[in-house]
């Protein structure tokens, strides 16, 4: 469990995911958003612009405060 930063409430876990030809999406648990999900619109990350390889990342999303965190590195 992850607590918000920002607001205090709980926040949910899920994946971060895109594939550059449906946008960005999150979905809550352990596996990403499949073809259905990103045909009806569910989880599309809306502050998200193209993106151009395919990727996941476990990240948390507060539906208070709307913020998400993951954990990342900058390679150098």
Do not use: H, N
């Not at 992850?2 to 709980?10: A, L, N, R, S, T």
């Not at 994946?15 to 073809?35: N, Y």
Request: proline residues 3%.
């Amino acid at each position: 469990m992850m607590i918000c930063p920002f607001c205090g409430k709980e926040m949910q876990k899920g994946i971060l995911s895109g594939d550059g030809r449906s946008g960005v999406s999150w979905k809550q648990g352990e596996r990403k958003a499949g073809l259905l999900d990103r045909i009806v619109g569910e989880g599309k990350v809306t502050a998200a612009k193209g993106s151009l390889v395919a990727f996941t990342i476990e990240s948390y999303f507060c539906p208070g405060c709307r913020k998400m965190i993951f954990d990342t590195d900058i390679t150098k």
